[in-house]
């Protein structure tokens, strides 16, 4: 297992987010957190790169026990790890190409002209090389999205964190954000770790689910399980909007 949370407590004042959280992500998976809001899917990828401290618990990358490392320790993990938000968060001053290639070479300390080679592949790698003189605020939400994706994995990251990647999004460039996700995984080895209220998304990419109900693992295993379980949380989750659910066919 790449990564494993065994009993992970988390609370903020008086609240209890997270209360003996355990599971497991695979090299090499898609896996989806879900729950409702407040469950503590965003407190859990915080987590893996340091950006918050655990209460109790702990917390293994890749046979390295990270749970209690200090800030300094914490650098060489996030090299390993880069986290994709719910905004694409890109500078509307500097072109597609400048936004990817930035951080390379702050990385890497490599020269502009190589830096800028290395940010067009990752263009490449996510189909929008074309894009590459454009201006952010001249782009749709979409493919602000897969600009994101091509500025983390041009910093060759083993493990992708998505926060909500398909919220906000129509649903055409929200499937395509799929796809791309999926792509990272089949492609390059990627892990990637994705919160999100997405059916559809997790429906048509998902390896494993891990799905958070009142501060402890509910579910645990492959969509088509979580779909057709019984227990009354996960098909109220399912059946939110009042009808019968229908999972769209699986594309791999």
């Not at 065994?6 to 497991?24: C, D, P």
């Not at 915080?46 to 390295?64: A, F, P, S, T, Y």
């Not at 490392?69 to 400048?98: G, N, P, W, Y």
């Not at 190589?114 to 990752?122: I, P, S, T």
Request: positive net charge.
């Amino acid at each position: 297992m790449l990564i494993r949370f065994k009993n992970v407590r988390k609370a903020f004042g008086q609240q209890q987010v997270l209360n003996g959280v355990s599971f497991e992500i695979s090299q090499g998976d898609v896996h989806f957190l879900m729950g409702s809001s407040g469950a503590g899917k965003s407190v859990i990828i915080k987590h893996i790169v340091g950006l918050l401290q655990l209460d109790g618990g702990e917390i293994w990358l890749d046979g390295q026990n990270i749970s209690y490392l200090s800030e300094k320790q914490f650098r060489e993990i996030r090299k390993r790890c880069q986290m994709i938000f719910q905004h694409a968060t890109l500078f509307d001053s500097l072109s597609v190409l400048e936004n990817v290639a930035m951080p390379i070479i702050k990385r890497f300390g490599i020269p502009k002209a190589l830096g800028e080679e290395k940010a067009f592949q990752a263009l490449r790698q996510v189909h929008a090389e074309a894009l590459a003189k454009r201006l952010p605020p001249d782009l749709g939400a979409g493919v602000r999205k897969r600009i994101a994706i091509a500025r983390a994995i041009a910093l060759e990251p083993e493990i992708l964190l998505y926060d909500e990647p398909t919220t906000g999004l129509d649903p055409v460039a929200a499937r395509r954000t799929d796809r791309l996700i999926r792509e990272m995984s089949d492609e390059l080895g990627i892990t990637s770790v994705v919160v999100s209220h997405d059916l559809d998304s997790v429906a048509t990419i998902a390896d494993r689910v891990t799905f958070l109900h009142q501060g402890s693992v509910l579910f645990q295993g492959e969509p088509e399980q979580m779909f057709q379980s019984s227990k009354t949380v996960l098909v109220n989750f399912v059946n939110a909007g009042g009808t019968r659910w229908t999972p769209p066919k699986m594309k791999r």
